[in-house]
């Protein structure tokens, strides 16, 4: 059946105005997601906010990521993100400063006399000093009350070399710094294979504001060797008395 005109027109101002009220819906409830999407990232901003005020870093970052990875089409995303880069950078500097300090360990032993103290640290990266396969090197400072202050390197296989039992020199590096000689020794015992830089005080000087330092020492089984510490986290008040 064919309609007439008039019905015709009527039908179709009846779809349009169905549509255009579908349309406006559309948009009312798209209207009404935005505004919520920005009440929550509102909410996670004032965290991230919160955190940052407490200097609480990680966390800062861990809001910050929530915003941006579920609402990072919202204006306070677009607020947040050059700060949530600094919260990040932060948080890391924060975490690479942990890692370092936890590099080091410290002791105090009642002894005779008093306590012995120690601050030590493992290097990096294991070595092979004998040709039986890559073992640990350990550098320590020590203060005991009959032996005075000394530092030294510890190996856990193979020896130094035999020239060390007298006097030898081993290369130390602290950075970027030009590489400087110094005296050591090898105490003619077997209870450790320790070999001490005679010069502790200086050695113990060039650990200030320094990150790395790098030690050559002579083996006797394969030659030159070179270790690096992190040194860049020591607790200086561990030791007292020697700075």
């Not at 400063?97 to 590099?103: N, Q, S, V």
């Not at 400087?180 to 200086?202: G, H, L, Q, W």
């Amino acid at each position: 059946m064919r309609l007439r005109p008039f019905a015709a027109a009527a039908l179709a101002l009846l779809l349009l105005a169905g549509c255009k009220d579908r349309e406006a819906e559309a948009a009312a409830q798209a209207a009404a997601l935005a505004a919520a999407n920005e009440q929550a990232a509102s909410e996670a901003e004032k965290a991230f906010e919160a955190a940052v005020a407490d200097g609480n870093w990680a966390l800062a970052k861990a809001q910050g990521d929530i915003l941006l990875t579920r609402w990072p089409d919202t204006e306070a995303a677009e607020r947040l993100r050059p700060k949530h880069e600094e919260a990040t950078a932060r948080g890391q500097a924060e975490n690479e400063a942990r890692r370092i300090e936890a590099l080091w360990t410290y002791q105090s032993q009642p002894v005779k006399g008093g306590s012995q103290l120690s601050a030590a640290i493992y290097a990096s990266e294991r070595v092979d000093v004998d040709g039986s396969g890559a073992t640990p090197v350990q550098l320590i400072f020590r203060d005991h009350p009959d032996w005075g202050r000394s530092s030294y390197l510890v190996l856990q296989g193979g020896d130094f070399a035999k020239a060390c039992y007298g006097s030898c020199r081993v290369t130390v590096t602290i950075d970027d710094q030009p590489p400087k000689k110094m005296s050591a020794n090898r105490p003619d015992t077997d209870e450790a294979i320790a070999m001490f830089i005679d010069d502790e005080k200086a050695l113990w000087r060039m650990t200030r504001d320094a990150k790395t330092m790098r030690i050559e020492f002579p083996t006797r089984d394969v030659g030159g060797k070179t270790v690096e510490f992190e040194i860049g986290g020591l607790d200086r008040a561990k030791m007292p008395g020697w700075d």
